[in-house]
């Protein structure tokens, strides 16, 4: 059992992210028994392990590895193995900062005034727990002032903000923090696919982390299958026409030798998926690759170019990868 990740220092709007130097998750499914979702949680563990899910404070980051992270904890759940701790970069960026009273904000000097009108009242109240609610409802409506609209309504706080800050007093008092139930959440994992001749490599390509996320988990567990990615950053300080940097692009999907891949349409910079697999379909380089259309628009354009029928970024449909895989 990996040893509980210390506790993460609100720096600003900085997070320190000390998750990846105290679990190494491909490591915690090495070393526990995970039986026929072996292959599942050690494709998520991969995912985990990545410097592009690091959370550093970024609630977008938060957002993408719990979604992986809670697989995870599924597949263990699944499997019988103990979940590991539960990442405290999963729910730090959702706490609201603490009330600081030399920074007074126009939304929380409001709320303020009703706490103090409140407590004036409750001071000499007889009814303990009655005054115990009352004080509870205003410290509440403090921590999350700047949410509220007085003027309108008190619905732009999240639940997942209410449990982040229950999650943060409890870890700081040493207890467990409030976790879904993870047997209760969606499972899906391609562990019954019929795994290819050879073990292949399977390469995502697409501008988009969130989606890359998705497809990675609706091919995740395929037996034999090697899942990676290669995430098109829009660089806006490249000059460079499109042929150059289609040409750039296919360099780097031919060095990492993959077998399939998952072809995104809209890249980004002016540039279309079809694009890229026209340029290869040319290149005797790549001839033995297998591409499969994986958009969430229409797959025409790259079907037109041999690719195999859309994989919708995992999430659902998957004769055309499994007909790719097959073909291999």
Same mark, same amino acid.
């Given at each position: 059992?990996?040893?509980?990740?210390?506790?993460?220092?609100?720096?600003?709007?900085?997070?320190? =992210?000390?998750?990846?130097?105290?679990?190494?998750?491909?490591? !915690?499914?090495?070393?526990?028994?995970?039986? #026929? !979702?072996?292959?599942?949680?050690? #494709?998520?563990?991969?995912?985990?392990?990545?410097?592009?899910?690091?959370?550093?404070?970024?609630?977008?980051?938060? *957002?993408?590895?719990?979604?992986?992270? @809670?697989?995870?904890?599924?597949?263990?759940?699944?499997?019988?193995?103990?979940?590991?701790?539960?990442?405290?970069?999963?729910?730090?960026?959702?706490?609201? &900062? #603490?009330?600081?009273?030399?920074?007074?904000?126009?939304?929380?000097?409001?709320?303020?005034?009703?706490?103090?009108?409140?407590?004036?009242?409750?001071?000499? $109240?007889? *009814?303990? @727990?009655?005054?115990?609610?009352? =004080?509870?409802?205003?410290?509440? $409506?403090?921590?999350?002032?700047?949410?509220?609209?007085?003027? #309108?309504?008190?619905?732009?706080?999240?639940?997942?903000?209410?449990?982040?800050?229950?999650?943060?007093?409890?870890?700081?008092?040493?207890?467990?923090?409030?976790?879904?139930? !993870?047997?209760?959440? &969606?499972?899906?994992?391609?562990?019954?696919?019929?795994?290819?001749?050879?073990?292949?490599?399977?390469?995502?390509?697409?501008?988009?982390?969130?989606?890359?996320?998705?497809?990675?988990?609706?091919?995740?567990?395929?037996?034999?299958?090697?899942?990676?990615?290669?995430?098109?950053?829009?660089? !806006?300080?490249?000059?460079?026409?499109?042929?150059?940097?289609?040409?750039?692009?296919?360099?780097?999907?031919?060095?990492?030798?993959?077998?399939?891949?998952?072809? =995104?349409?809209?890249?980004?910079?002016?540039?279309?998926?079809?694009?890229?697999?026209?340029?290869? @379909?040319? =290149?005797?380089?790549?001839?033995?690759?297998?591409?499969?259309?994986?958009?969430?628009? @229409?797959?025409?354009?790259?079907?037109?170019?041999?690719?195999?029928?859309?994989?919708?970024?995992?999430?659902?449909?998957?004769?055309?990868?499994?007909?790719?895989?097959?073909?291999?």
């Amino acid at each position: 059992m990996s040893e509980q990740p210390p506790q993460l220092e609100n720096q600003g709007e900085v997070l320190t =992210d000390s998750i990846k130097s105290t679990i190494d998750f491909v490591q !915690y499914v090495e070393s526990h028994n995970f039986g #026929d !979702y072996k292959k599942y949680a050690l #494709d998520l563990a991969s995912l985990l392990n990545s410097p592009d899910l690091e959370v550093n404070g970024d609630e977008s980051k938060a *957002d993408t590895r719990t979604t992986v992270f @809670n697989r995870f904890c599924t597949a263990c759940a699944k499997a019988g193995v103990e979940t590991p701790p539960l990442e405290e970069g999963l729910f730090m960026p959702f706490v609201p &900062e #603490d009330y600081n009273s030399g920074d007074i904000k126009p939304k929380t000097k409001q709320v303020l005034k009703i706490k103090n009108d409140v407590e004036s009242q409750t001071r000499e $109240m007889e *009814d303990v @727990n009655a005054k115990k609610e009352i =004080d509870t409802l205003t410290e509440f $409506m403090l921590l999350f002032a700047e949410k509220f609209d007085l003027q #309108d309504s008190f619905d732009g706080i999240s639940s997942r903000e209410i449990v982040a800050h229950l999650n943060k007093k409890l870890t700081e008092k040493g207890m467990k923090p409030a976790r879904p139930d !993870y047997l209760k959440l &969606e499972f899906k994992t391609r562990a019954k696919e019929q795994a290819p001749s050879k073990p292949i490599k399977l390469l995502i390509v697409d501008d988009n982390f969130e989606e890359i996320v998705n497809s990675y988990l609706g091919a995740a567990g395929w037996p034999d299958v090697t899942i990676e990615y290669l995430r098109c950053e829009r660089d !806006y300080s490249d000059k460079s026409s499109n042929e150059k940097k289609i040409s750039n692009l296919i360099e780097k999907i031919l060095a990492t030798s993959a077998d399939v891949i998952l072809m =995104d349409q809209g890249i980004g910079d002016g540039i279309n998926g079809s694009d890229i697999l026209k340029s290869m @379909n040319i =290149d005797p380089r790549a001839a033995k690759i297998k591409k499969v259309a994986n958009t969430g628009g @229409n797959d025409d354009d790259l079907r037109a170019q041999g690719a195999f029928r859309n994989f919708e970024k995992g999430r659902g449909r998957v004769d055309g990868l499994r007909s790719a895989i097959k073909s291999i």
